[in-house]
């Protein structure tokens, strides 16, 4: 589902509906599931996405990344 979700969400190119998904499908999915290099990656690319196009969303970018990084002892 998330795959389908992201490719979708990518082929609108709409940055709001891919910041969307890559928040709360992605990030939010992937904590759950406790997978840190998954939350990395998409933290990461939610990163890009929004330093591009949508700001408002780098405060849950950096929490999620954050997480991540503590997660795989790389602070």
């Known amino acids: 589902m998330l795959r389908g979700d992201l490719c979708e969400a990518r ?5 709001f509906s891919l910041v969307d998904v890559l928040c ?9 599931l406790r ?8 933290a990461e690319e939610l990163m890009r996405l929004s ?5 408002a969303w ?3 970018e950096t929490c999620f990344r954050g997480e991540a990084l503590a997660k795989l002892g790389q602070v």
């Open 11 to 15: 082929e609108l190119g709409h940055p």
């Open 58 to 60: 780098l405060g849950a």
């Open 35 to 42: 997978d840190a290099q998954a939350l990395k990656d998409n």
């Open 51 to 55: 330093n591009e196009k949508v700001p």
């Open 24 to 32: 709360h499908a992605g990030c939010l999915f992937n904590e759950m």
